[in-house]
Structure formats: structure tokens, C-alpha cells
């Protein structure tokens, strides 16, 4: 045989002989790393606080509203949003005091109903000033955009996890 093909047949077993060899001993001789170790990408940055949109502003987002109507509509997102965010501090106060209840044994009836009722005043309060803005965006869209407007608000409603029976599949957007 040529000297040439020789020495390369040599070289191309030594390197299969290297890279058996890491499997074998990493394998059976030095393990896995552990799971901190491996390189892994970085989990994504929680999302900060208050982050979801309320439904006024996902509703504006989908009527792909003109920089006109939204400089019409501004003040009523910035005072629905300034409502919002009272009610969501009021709402986690209540919520607080509903947590403290739970924890003291036994369960008082008496002390959890007003408190109960309390957060579902809240809730309800907040549907209202939700529906009050939105009359009022209402006032500022063109007639097609209120036509999108109130099939998005069917849909949401129809897409609700409240709004369908246990087990059954959700129902299908309509287009």
C-alpha cells in the first residue's frame, strides 16, 4: 500500500478513536451534567406588573384605529386606564382580606360573605366603566369599524372561558 494512503487511514482511526472515545466517557465514566450546567438559553423575563391590556385597549388594537381617532380617543384611555388601576389596588386589597379569612380555621361564613360580595361589586364596576368607554370609542369609529367593533366584543364574549359548559369544545371565531 502507498505510504500516503497509509498514514491517512492512520489519522482518520486515531480521530474516530478520540471521538469514541468522549462518548464513552462521558457516558459511563463522567456522566451527564447536571442540569445547571448544561447550556441552556436564558427563561424569559416575567412580565412585568399590570402588563395584560384591558379590553379597551385589545379592542382598539384589533379596529386598527387611525392616529386621528386615537388622538380623539386618548383621554378615554387614559382615564379608563386611571380607573383601572384603582380598582385593580382596591380589588387586591379585597382579595387580601379574602386570603386572610381562608386562613383562619374555621371558616366564617359571615366574614367572607361581605368580602365575596365586595370583589363582585368590584368586578361588575369594572365591566360598566368598560362598556362606558367603549360607547364612547364608539362615538369616533367610521360605521364599518363599529360593525368589526361588535363582533369582536361577541367574540370575546362567546370565547370566554366562562361561557361554554365543562367539557364541551370551545366554539369556532367567526370570521
Known amino acids: 500500500m502507498p505510504r500516503l494512503i497509509t498514514v491517512a487511514l492512520a489519522l482518520s482511526l486515531l480521530l474516530n478513536a478520540f471521538f469514541v472515545g468522549g462518548f464513552v466517557y462521558r457516558g459511563w465514566i463522567g456522566g451527564p451534567l447536571p442540569f445547571e450546567q448544561r447550556i441552556l438559553p436564558p427563561p424569559p423575563p416575567p412580565p412585568p406588573p399590570q402588563a395584560r391590556p384591558s379590553a379597551l385597549e385589545v379592542v382598539a388594537g384589533d379596529l386598527n384605529l387611525d392616529p386621528k381617532q386615537r388622538q380623539a380617543l386618548r383621554g378615554v384611555f387614559e382615564q379608563h ?6 380598582r385593580s389596588r382596591e380589588m387586591q386589597k379585597v382579595r387580601e382580606q379574602i386570603v386572610a379569612e381562608y386562613k383562619r380555621s374555621p371558616l366564617d ?30 362615538a369616533q369609529l367610521d360605521p364599518e369599524q ?11 364574549l362567546l370565547n370566554s372561558p366562562w361561557a361554554r359548559q365543562p367539557g364541551a369544545p370551545p366554539p369556532r371565531p367567526s370570521q
Open 81 to 86: 386606564a386611571q380607573v383601572r388601576r384603582e
Open 109 to 138: 361564613q359571615a366574614r367572607l360573605a361581605p368580602l365575596i360580595d365586595r370583589m363582585g361589586d368590584l368586578r361588575a364596576d369594572q365591566q360598566k366603566e368598560t362598556v362606558r368607554a367603549l360607547s364612547q370609542m364608539e
Open 146 to 156: 363599529r360593525v368589526k367593533m361588535h363582533q369582536i366584543l361577541v367574540d370575546r
